[in-house]
């Protein structure tokens, strides 16, 4: 399949080259580096799951695409192009290319904004339709495409006046209404309960196909990674430490923390109660101010041996078809690979 | 613990005919609306449903609480055979919560009082609660409280240190041992573990998961482990009730609920859940080792529970419901040993056709 050959440059519509974030924390004395040389691309009509604990800096990843915050280093293009400095003529053409969902859908709207404020808010920002009437044709035609219709219905409503899941699309919405390019969704079903996630899951999917829309897809959940996500990269304290086909990463993880992921999470079957799981990894994520040397996985990692300190960080190798992994012991752990 | 092993053993807990009510300005909300359930020594049942089924109100109910403006309506809570449903609130402190039944908290990471250390947060639960024996130790203060309050930190896998370290110090899931230890203190007869792990990262999830099976296993731990993850149920519970708008819609063995693979050499084979609801909830659980290019979801939302549709609650959502489903009450049944479900489909058909 397309989706795990190498891409083509004119494929690209995201690339993030050696992109760092380093916070100064505890007033001077701590240099937290959230993001620590990331490099992807992400191509048109393509959802890339960016997989990992709290702690990993996906969510900084996803505020850096968005400018929330200023990068250290490193850069990203949009279709070839950079923003340029903030405020100015290129940062906001940029920025109507990029839309992002928040994770939570209480607090990323306005309370004293109707619906049909929150949808206007963006088109007034972007002089985008010369009148009202215009505006709000264009509010109920992305509201027919996330489905809440009756529009009229909804329009006059307060964001607490909806549900859950019926305010995460009209973040979808809002997100839409621009006709961006790439859209981050952070955590986009995390807060919602289970039976409905799915449902909103499956709202994203037929539009992103419908609109050829790219998304760079957040979560600490493999699982909907899994469902959602083409390609997956998986985030450990601020680094991808695999990146592959969703169901390469998956079924034939190399690294030991990607293992580690993939033994953690719960299946629906009955006879696992009495047995304690094999958790194939040490503790909790250390700080993100206090990187260990070598490989950062090793002071949790079940096969760490001498050369995993002693040498420099390994980086990520490609094994073919996209896949790659930065473990020095991929070799002697074993690949799960049939 | 299947159901075999149970004969002549009596239940720890008993809830019967249990009704919670909220009484608001519009009417009263019935949260919890007449439940039945058992709990035995050493077992973890799990409750599980969607948020507003009832699954809190019904958790916290076990501890003779309600939050205002609930109140428990009816029905009887036995614990260790004293009845906790009328029971004054002094008795309910002094003889009852942390002594006999304890709870963690939905978000109990996020209850611990940042002024304090684990150390004085640990102390003054056991000032509230403790019998008279280890209240003089706690009121003494000193080395014999730290000793005791280190060995119940030892418990849950946290050095003795963490004592003197303020909540901020800590990371999600210690501050979740935290809780969990608090909530063992006193020994207990039963533990209601309320969403303990949904907050927290997949890895530390599974730790904590991993945590509450030791202690079932070295300390014979009863629990009601409540969550709306099915999957979670999946790794913690011996037993399920599935609530639906405050009744019941299932119980049964997790053999019940997931089915069980015959070739693995079961006793019985088992083909899962018999209730609509309980098998639209299965679908609707991501699963990480099946391609799947659909998941399946649970159209619409819970019903109103001021008003309550009449018949089975769940039929505005079922795809099998019948006119009779939105006329009459389903009555439980009985499908096979310890397994009940409320629903006429599965009553009439138990063969029906699986989601």
Partial sequence: ?338 | MGDMTRAGTEPVLSVRGLKLHYFTSKGAVRAVDGISFDLYPGETLGLVGESGCGKTSAGSALLGMASPPGRIVEGSILVDGTEVVGMSERSLRRDLRWSKVSMVFQGAMNCLTPVYTIRELMAETYREHAPEKKRDAVAKGGEGIDNLLAESLRLVGLPAATLGRYPHELSGGMKQRVAIAMALFLEPKVVVMDEPTTALDVIVQAQILNLVKGLKRDLGLSCVFITHDLATEAEIADRILVMYAGRMAELGSSEDIFGNDPRRGSQRPRRGSSHPYTKMLLASTPRLHRRVSELAFIPGSPPDLIDPPEGCRFAPRCPFAKAKCHRDEPPISELGPGHLAACWKAMEDPEYERL
């Avoid at chain 1, 100015?88 to 053409?93: E, P, Q, R, Y």
């Avoid at chain 1, 957040?218 to 695999?242: C, K, N, P, Q, W």
């Fill in chain 1, 1 to 338: 399949m397309s989706v795990f050959s190498p891409p083509e440059p004119a494929d690209i519509i995201l690339e993030v080259r050696d992109l760092r974030k380093e916070f100064i924390a505890r007033r001077g004395r701590a240099r937290v580096r959230a993001v620590d040389g990331v490099s992807f691309a992400l191509r048109r009509g393509e959802i890339l799951g960016l997989v990992g604990e709290s702690g990993s800096g996906k969510t900084t990843i996803g505020k850096l695409i968005m400018r929330l915050v200023e990068p250290s280093s490193g850069s990203i293009e949009v279709a070839g192009f950079e923003p340029g400095p903030r405020g100015g003529g290129a940062d906001i053409a940029y920025r109507r290319r990029v839309q992002m969902i928040f994770q939570d859908p209480y607090a990323s709207m306005n309370p004293h904004f109707r619906i049909k404020d929150v949808l206007e808010e963006p088109l007034l920002i972007h002089h985008i339709g010369k009148t009202r009437e215009e505006r709000l044709a264009m509010v109920a035609r992305v509201m027919e495409k996330v489905k809440m219709t009756p529009v009229a219905d909804f329009l006059d409503r307060h964001p607490h006046m909806l549900s859950g899941g019926q305010r995460q699309r009209i973040a979808t919405a809002r997100a839409l209404i621009l006709r961006p390019s790439v859209i981050v969704a952070d955590e986009p079903v995390s807060m919602i309960d289970l039976s409905t996630r799915a449902e909103i899951l499956h709202l994203l999917k037929t539009i992103q196909e419908e609109m050829e829309l790219s998304f760079i897809y957040i979560t600490h959940d493999i699982s909907t990674a899994r469902y959602f996500a083409d390609r997956i990269a998986v985030m450990y304290l601020g680094r991808i430490v695999e990146i592959g086909g969703r169901d390469e990463v998956i079924d034939h993880p190399f690294h030991p923390y990607t293992r580690a992921l993939i033994a953690a999470v719960c299946e629906p079957e009955a006879g696992r109660a009495g047995t304690l799981r094999e958790l194939q990894v040490r503790g909790e994520i250390p700080s993100a101010s206090d990187i260990p040397s070598g490989c950062r996985f090793r002071t949790r990692c079940m096969y760490a041996a001498e050369e995993c300190s002693a040498l420099p960080e390994p980086g990520l190798e490609d094994i073919g078809g996209g896949h790659s992994h930065a473990c020095r012991r991929w070799k002697e752990i074993g690949a799960t690979r049939a």
